[in-house]
């Protein structure tokens, strides 16, 4: 069976209730697919639905074009890891890693090498004969993790696998897992996880998942930045979103004028203007200027986040406006005037009236920050 996951209109309820409503998406053979989206949103049921753990209610799903949707969970020639290292207590690193292998009915005598070889895979060797509970967190996933290489699998299925590591550790295993991917570059990884940050730096593409519904779909550049809906720009990075009437080259934000491209969007059409915080600048420069009173600045090392109310307080017919700004040689006082500007090439048009009017351009697979 070679890799490749294909949801094809995948339906999945429980109790009645829709918790994975008509999921269509493609991993291609070889590539890492974050599910991205917050929680509840459905991403452990996709996941479920590609292992054989949950029944859709309709759709089919297939591995390497061939519909498994009715193969018991061992036959589909999965490895997975779950959020809780899941390993048994009471056998040594090396039976747990060996565990599948017997499952799957590997000849005895192959067992021992292949159990070294996934070892060796996420530098556990030196721990074979250890107890999970002589390991850290970060060992027992790595351990988690050769488990799940062991049974050599076309498809690597990750739910959340760093998230119960701390900060530095889960930076330490995302590198980890993006050499796993390059020594084993035929494996098409599904990795679920709700951190922007893991999703941007692991993945080719990324599945914005949002109540049940994939949202979005992209590259981490191109989702960065030419989202789709206000969920995605919101979700994938920090985005200033203003409501904006169109007209021609140019929409209207209360009565500023402000220039960006309203390709194939009608005039007079309602909008949300994407802008994100970065490529919004301190001090008059090109067309889109905006007046606004500095309501908060937040210091964060490298930049300051400057919160600038624009057209009167915010909630009140105003518009608080986020600018990440670097080497300001004061700090702003709270309640100056400033003047904000931005690139018109630098704004995206989203809404009702401007979905699905662009089509997504394939972009190379370098992860992007928000910082
Ligand atoms: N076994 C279950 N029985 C009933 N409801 C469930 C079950 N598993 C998940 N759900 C519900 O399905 C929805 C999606 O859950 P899940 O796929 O785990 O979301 P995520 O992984 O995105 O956090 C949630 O509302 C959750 O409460
Ligand atoms: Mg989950």
Avoid at 65 to 91: C, E, K, N, W
Wanted: hydrophobic share 40%; aromatic share 4%.
């Amino acid at each position: 069976m070679s890799s490749g996951i294909r949801f094809d209109k995948v339906t999945v309820q429980y109790g009645g209730n829709t918790v994975l409503d008509s999921l269509e998406l493609t991993v291609e053979p070889g590539e890492v697919m974050a599910l991205l989206g917050p929680s509840g949103s459905g991403k452990t049921t996709a996941l479920r639905a590609v292992a054989g753990f949950v029944r859709p209610v309709s759709g089919r799903v297939f591995i390497g074009g061939r519909d498994i949707t009715s193969l018991p969970p061992h036959r589909r020639g999965i490895g997975m890891v779950v959020q809780q290292y899941a390993l048994f207590p009471h056998l040594k690193v090396e039976d747990n890693v060996a565990f599948g292998l017997k499952a799957q009915k590997v000849p005895r005598a192959e067992i021992p090498g292949r159990v070294a070889e996934a070892l060796e895979m996420t530098g556990m060797a030196s721990y074979a004969a250890r107890y999970p509970r002589e390991l850290s967190g970060g060992q027992q996933q790595r351990v988690a993790i050769a488990r799940a290489l062991a049974i050599r699998p076309n498809v690597l299925l990750l739910d959340e696998p760093l998230s119960a590591l701390d900060a530095q550790l889960r930076s330490g295993m995302l590198a980890e897992l993006a050499r796993l991917h390059r020594e084993l570059p035929d494996v098409s990884i599904l990795y679920v996880t709700h951190d922007q940050v893991e999703a941007l730096t692991l993945a080719d593409r990324i599945a914005v998942m949002d109540k049940a519904r994939l949202q979005d779909c992209g590259t981490p550049q191109d989702l960065y930045r030419r989202p789709r809906t206000e969920f995605t720009a919101s979700f994938v990075g920090n985005a200033n979103l203003l409501p904006v009437k169109v007209g021609s080259g140019s929409v209207t934000l209360r009565s500023t004028v402000l220039k960006v491209s309203t390709e194939g969007v009608a005039p007079g059409a309602s909008a949300t203007l994407c802008v994100r915080p970065h490529l919004v600048g301190l001090g008059e420069d090109g067309p889109n200027a905006l007046r606004g009173t500095i309501a908060e600045v937040q210091w964060r090392g490298s930049t300051h986040r400057l919160y600038v109310d624009v057209g009167g307080p915010d909630g009140a017919g105003g518009h608080r406006v986020k600018a990440d700004v670097r080497e300001l040689r004061e700090t702003p006082a709270l309640g100056s005037e400033v003047t904000l500007h931005f690139a018109p090439e630098d704004a995206v048009l989203l809404g009702a009236d401007v979905g699905g009017a662009r089509d997504r351009e394939p972009v190379s697979a370098a992860g992007v920050s928000d910082g």
